[in-house]
């Protein structure tokens, strides 16, 4: 009923009405250049009771290769997450990703794909084929994904669209939509805030396993004077080392 970004922008999807049973379409990305692994990461929707198959292809020639990723039938009406990593143990150094929808047998089949991304390092574990990182967020709603401004410090993170008010310092837009209606999280630095002070924004808690995550984020720093940004992990009270 939505896209997956903010809930009223844009995403892609197959028409299922009007088309012939096992007919396909397929979207293909920009070609990626690359020396190392990378990691494709998407949303997808898939609800009907005629709802056939998604796959995705790493496409590496003229030839579309054989599908790495998968997924048939209805998955639940909501946006489902996926990842596939590429690059793993092969020798190319270019690809392009191939996602393929197929027409089921009625018209309650439609495939729907929202922010796609490919980033440059290997694929964090997740919980299972369906389930994206728990911290995940885009900060597009105004409750900031559950992360918490902590008391521990001097002042607040601000929420905040366009740019900070404060000429040659801070973004123009957010990064998720690049325009002046998307979100972000940054601090201001005007008075009555004094060198040194800091303030502290924490994510929702994340379960602890025995498998290898990755953190990824986006960061703007700009500005005479700018000071530093530090990441800490915290465990219970404790924030530990940046």
Do not use: K
Not at 60 to 67: A, D, F, K, M, R
Not at 128 to 140: K, L, N, Q, R
Not at 158 to 165: I, K, L, Q, R, Y
Not at 199 to 215: I, K, W
Request: net charge negative; aromatic share 12%; with cysteine.
């Amino acid at each position: 009923s939505a896209d997956h970004t903010t809930g009223t922008g844009y995403y892609i999807y197959i028409e299922a009405s009007n088309v012939a049973a096992g007919r396909v379409a397929r979207v293909i990305s920009p070609t990626v250049t690359a020396s190392s692994r990378q990691c494709v990461q998407f949303w997808y929707h898939m609800y009907g009771q005629h709802v056939d198959t998604l796959n995705v292809y790493v496409q590496t020639g003229p030839s579309l290769g054989n599908v790495v990723w998968v997924r048939t039938g209805t998955q639940g009406d909501d946006w489902n997450y996926g990842q596939l990593e590429v690059g793993a143990g092969t020798s190319f150094t270019s690809f392009n990703i191939v996602f393929e929808a197929i027409r089921g047998s009625g018209f309650r089949g439609d495939i729907s794909l929202d922010d796609i991304t490919i980033v440059d390092s290997p694929c964090a574990q997740v919980a299972g084929p369906t389930t994206a990182p728990s911290i995940s967020c885009d900060f597009e709603s105004a409750d900031i994904c559950g992360y918490q401004q902590l008391t521990t410090d001097v002042f607040d993170w601000t929420w905040a669209a366009s740019n900070t008010g404060t000429v040659n310092t801070g973004p123009d837009n957010d990064h998720s939509l690049g325009t002046s209606s998307g979100h972000y999280m940054y601090i201001e630095t005007s008075s009555p805030r004094q060198p040194d002070d800091a303030a502290l924004l924490a994510s929702p808690e994340f379960p602890a396993t025995n498998q290898q995550h990755c953190l990824h984020f986006y960061h703007h720093m700009y500005g005479t004077h700018i000071g530093t940004l530090n990441v800490f992990i915290q465990t219970g009270s404790t924030l530990g080392t940046a």
